[in-house]
């Protein structure tokens, strides 16, 4: 899996390309929770996302509530179809504001 962040405007970017699980999770958790001040709000570009575990899950959890309790808050774009089941059984797509396209995130 690969990601790129790109930071404005009190705007965190974060496109997840690949497979979003245990071996990878932790180190994005790190850099993403890192960059989160005051405000920010965090929009994740999931359009390149194929495949998501429980590791991944509860990173975006874990990155929901650290905005959250600073004031910004968590938008998730263009969910695939197969990741978008784990999100489904899981209930975890009831805790986030997912959007069809990174141009529907509002903030």
């Known amino acids: 899996m690969a990601w790129e962040i790109s930071e404005g405007n009190n705007l965190l970017k974060v496109a997840i390309d690949g497979r979003f699980v245990a071996a990878v999770a932790p180190a994005l958790r790190e850099e993403v929770l890192a960059k989160i001040g005051e405000g920010t709000n ?3 570009d999931l359009s390149k996302m194929v495949h998501i575990d429980s590791s991944g899950l509860g ?3 874990q990155i929901l509530q650290k905005a959250k309790a600073s004031g910004g808050k968590v938008i998730l774009a263009a969910l695939q179809p197969g990741p978008k089941i784990v999100f489904d059984i899981t209930k975890v797509s009831r805790v986030f504001e997912i959007v069809p396209t ?5 903030f």
């Open 42 to 44: 965090v929009l994740f």
């Open 102 to 106: 990174v141009e529907d995130a509002a």
């Open 59 to 61: 990173v975006l959890v």
